[in-house]
């Protein structure tokens, strides 16, 4: 009697509903379809959101069936159904972890009944694979493999060898995937899912690049009776294959594809159709027409947020890469972000290279601009002087486009201006600081940061405004491509400015030479470095070399193919290995081929050498200046050339000037000059207070001793010391050193949520809240040092960032200070007044870190914060928090 009530009752009910609800799943499952779908269903859709439209209530009833068979029917033999119904509704709940427990204990207590047995571990597998414990759930899939020869009934067979080839899948080993899919196909004749598993199989074979094969299954899709969308998309991708396999088809595509679009059943998809039309442009390097139709993909899309998102990513990647107008590509990776899952793959990577896009844009300016100008300089000087004059005057330039429909001056197009007009200004009566400060916010409030240039209110130039504005702001490059160059303001000026920049002669044409090809070695490096991204890191060596056969970094970008093509491409790897040895035999990169310890032997060389920098700094704290001389002058003749070697000096000249009269001072500074001419961090400091002295020399000829007092914590200084509201930027902004020999501190830049089109008045990003935190804009910002090791002393430390501060940021007033909490020490600097100028302070010091922190660099990192956050420091927990929430959210 149990076994029949139990069968009957409870059982045949329970399958019922499991069934209907599957159904149910399928039906409001949404599929992407630009990925591998998955091979089974479940309640969390492949973007990973739960699907809210299911009616969980189905799942209750089974639990309470199943539950009712194992308490009253113990004597019935549906116990391991029971047990299995169990697992099976909490999977479709949702409660995965509940879920693997009932199947593991179902496989280990009814281990004898083969099929039951069989289930579980298949059903264990999928529960955990949903959790994404990947090598648990390939452990019970190895044992479920195992039993397989043991089934007798076929038809059995087919989801243990579909869930096998799900997992091959998550490990990309397509090839296994397909034996199994095959397998599962073969077995599961008349299942509900065996036309899924053949879409899954073609897209499979397309991946592999196996054309034919994948034609085959996408066509058996579209002859079944498939769900429509699955039928369109199957359709889809014939066309786009028969395309892929050459021959008279690939002209009739587009004409395919068209075709398409006069099917009403087609209006919900459209966007993928003028989406593949766009691919077939852009692979034909028809990348106008490819953009018209990724824009037209945008404008069809209305549901389906994927497709959109990757219309805009190929919309930024082509402003990027083909255009070069990186503000409209800056835009559409803000969109991309925006728009697509966080699970697609490379999703990090387009993040990583929308924060970090104003690093790469600045260098690619630099080689528009020298090519511009470089372009002029090769033309006859009669129509030199007549284009510099439309460069000058770019209204004029602006009506003799409109008029003659041309828009092309052959330079880079950049983002909005200033409108200069010195009538105005001089006429301008709120002459008092407090008016400027508060016509200063209100600006900011409005309309943003904007970049002082001309006619920084309109969005839409052509290209010879964009071109004149871009040359003016960046004329006379300054020592690093970040730093900002000042605003010319007249056409008369304009003219000299442009002409005295033209690369004539030999010298200036080598000058201008060397900014394309140190722009092209730090764009390289960063991806490689910084984006972790080696093809596109490849190809900008690659450009480099082709454009600079003989450059300076020519052991550097050997040494990175080498890397890059290690494992992939082993001759072309081989071959630049053999570059960095026969070429550049002493170099580092050359050193650590022949001895991969060396880097290792580097490291401790370094921290060696931090070591000797704070036993002598110990000696100049208290007092004992002559020994600090003579260790100085003892490490100059061990290590001369080490990357300390600057501030060694600075610690014996400072310690000359304590002990000796002005002339031994500057004889001391006037030496750091000459021997570390190109250095960043003392250079400038020592500049500064030689200029100082000068100014002021007959004081100091009247002291017995040129310094006569100092603060451990704020090193010497001779400036005026002038308080000032915000801090300018700074002299030295971020450089990227060769690989392996300096520690990066990477500094995310603050997201902007614009849309591709420029409003009028962009309105205030959202604010974001995690827990304490917040991104709500703040009037103070500090920048924050954190060193995860409360046992160190920092006093060198804050001496170095002290030298950073006075030499590239004097007069700004900058403090550093430390705060203390579990085993964790923070140097903050500040105070700044929005965080666009604490940004900047982060880009200037952040390459320098290495030489300012006399410890570990795996123990420090650097972020920005506002002062409502920092105060709410104070745990190492809130600490580790708070950096995560910067990470993400700026």
């Known amino acids: 009697m149990q076994n029949l009530t139990a069968r009957y009752n409870y059982i045949y009910n329970s399958k019922v509903l499991l069934i209907t609800h599957q159904q149910e799943l399928a039906e409001t499952y949404v599929d992407n379809y630009d990925q591998i779908l998955p091979v089974f269903l479940g309640p969390v859709t492949d973007n990973n959101e739960v699907n809210t439209s299911l009616n969980l209530k189905p799942m209750d009833d089974i639990i309470k069936k199943a539950q009712t068979i194992i308490l009253e029917k113990s004597y019935s033999n549906y116990t391991d159904d029971a047990y299995i119904l169990l697992g099976k509704a909490n999977f479709f709940n949702g409660n995965y972890f509940n879920a693997a427990e009932y199947f593991d204990y179902t496989a280990r207590t009814y281990k004898k009944n083969i099929n039951s047995y069989l289930e579980a571990l298949n059903w264990k597998a999928r529960s955990l694979m949903q959790l994404k414990r990947i090598s648990e759930a390939n452990k019970v899939l190895d044992t479920l493999e195992s039993i397989l020869p043991d089934i007798k009934k076929k038809r059995n067979l087919a989801e243990p060898f579909a869930t096998l080839a799900q997992m091959c899948i998550y490990l990309d080993n397509n090839a296994a995937a397909i034996s199994y ?161 966080k699970t697609y793959p490379g999703y990090d990577l387009i993040l990583k290279k929308n924060l970090n896009l104003q690093y790469l844009t600045n260098r690619y300016q630099i080689i528009s601009i020298e090519d511009t100008l470089q372009s002029i300089a090769k033309l006859p000087e009669a129509s030199r002087a007549e284009k510099i004059k439309l460069l000058a005057n770019p209204v004029a330039a602006a009506v003799q486009a409109s008029n003659t429909n041309s828009s092309s001056t052959g330079g880079y197009q950049p983002t909005y201006g200033r409108n200069n007009n010195a009538q105005l200004q001089s006429s301008f009566y709120f002459s008092n600081p407090t008016a400027i400060t508060i016509g200063f916010s209100d600006f900011k409030r409005k309309w943003g940061n904007r970049k002082l240039e001309n006619n920084w209110r309109q969005s839409i130039r052509t290209s010879a405004q964009e071109t004149s504005q871009e040359i003016a702001n960046n004329i006379n490059t300054p020592i690093s491509p970040d730093e900002a160059a000042p605003v010319v303001k007249d056409a008369q000026t304009l003219v000299k400015q442009y002409t005295d920049s033209l690369p004539v002669t030999p010298e200036l044409l080598a000058k201008s030479n060397q900014k394309i090809i140190d722009a092209y070695y730090e764009i390289a490096s960063f991806y490689l470095q910084e984006l972790n991204s080696p093809k596109e890191a490849a190809e900008a060596y690659q450009l480099l070399l082709n454009r600079f056969p003989a450059n300076n970094h020519l052991d550097a970008t050997y040494y990175s193919l080498f890397l890059i093509n290690k494992g992939i491409d082993e001759p072309k790897s081989i071959d630049f290995k053999n570059k960095v040895l026969k070429d550049f035999p002493s170099s580092i990169y050359a050193k650590i081929i022949i001895d991969p310890s060396f880097s290792l032997r580097q490291s401790e060389l370094e921290t060696a050498i931090n070591t000797q920098y704070n036993e002598i700094f110990d000696q100049y704290l208290k007092k004992d200046f002559n020994t600090v001389i003579s260790r100085v002058n003892e490490t100059s003749k061990s290590s001369s050339g080490s990357f300390l070697a600057p501030q060694f000096a600075y610690l014996k000249a400072i310690a000359i000037g304590r002990t000796s009269k002005v002339d031994a001072l500057l004889t001391a500074f006037g030496s750091i000059t000459e021997q570390f001419p190109d250095d960043k961090l003392i250079t400038p400091l020592v500049k500064g207070n030689l200029t100082y002295i000068n100014e002021h020399l007959a004081d100091f000829q009247k002291r017995d001793t040129a310094l006569i007092d100092f603060d451990p914590n704020e090193p010497p200084y001779f400036g005026p010391r002038i308080p000032t509201p915000t801090v300018s930027k700074a002299k030295e902004p971020v450089a990227l050193e060769k690989p392996d020999q300096t520690a ?33 804009v703040s009037t103070v910002y500090y920048y924050v040092i954190d060193v995860a090791d409360g046992s160190l002393t920092l006093s060198s430390s804050r001496f170095g960032i002290g030298q950073f501060n006075r030499g590239n940021y004097a007069g700004s007033n900058l403090k550093h200070q430390l705060k203390e909490f579990d085993n964790d020490q923070l140097i903050y600097v500040g105070n700044f007044s929005n965080f666009d100028d604490a940004k900047t302070y982060a880009a200037g010091i952040t390459p320098q870190l290495k030489q300012i922190m006399k410890v570990p660099v795996n123990i420090y990192t650097g972020f920005i914060i506002s002062k409502e956050n920092f105060d709410k420091l104070t745990s190492k927990t809130l600490l580790d928090k708070y950096i995560e929430f910067y990470k993400n959210n700026y």
Request: cysteine-free.
């Open 181 to 341: 899919l095959k397998d599962a196909i073969k077995a599961g004749a008349g299942t509900d899912n065996r036309i899924r598993w053949t879409y899954i199989l073609a897209q499979l074979y397309e991946k592999q690049k196996n054309y034919p094969d994948a034609l085959i299954n996408y066509r058996k899709v579209v002859k079944s009776n498939a769900p429509f969308e699955m039928y369109f998309n199957a359709n889809l991708n014939q066309i786009k294959l028969k395309t892929l396999e050459g021959g008279p088809r690939k002209a009739n595509k587009q004409n395919q594809l068209l075709g398409l679009l006069k099917d009403d059943k087609n209006l919900d998809y459209n966007d993928q159709v003028y989406f593949q039309i766009a691919e077939s442009h852009a692979a034909d390097e028809e990348f106008k027409e490819a953009l018209k139709y990724y824009e037209l993909s945008i404008q069809k899309s209305t549901t389906n947020q994927y497709q959109k998102g990757l219309s805009y990513l190929r919309i930024a990647d082509l402003n990027f890469k083909v255009f070069k107008d990186y503000l409209k590509a800056k835009s559409y990776y803000d969109s991309t972000v925006n728009t697509l899952p």
């Open 744 to 776: 990066k501190i990477q500094e995310i830049a603050k997201p902007v949520t614009s849309q591709p089109t420029t409003p009028d008045a962009p309105k205030a990003p959202a604010v974001k809240v995690d827990g304490p935190f917040s991104t709500a």
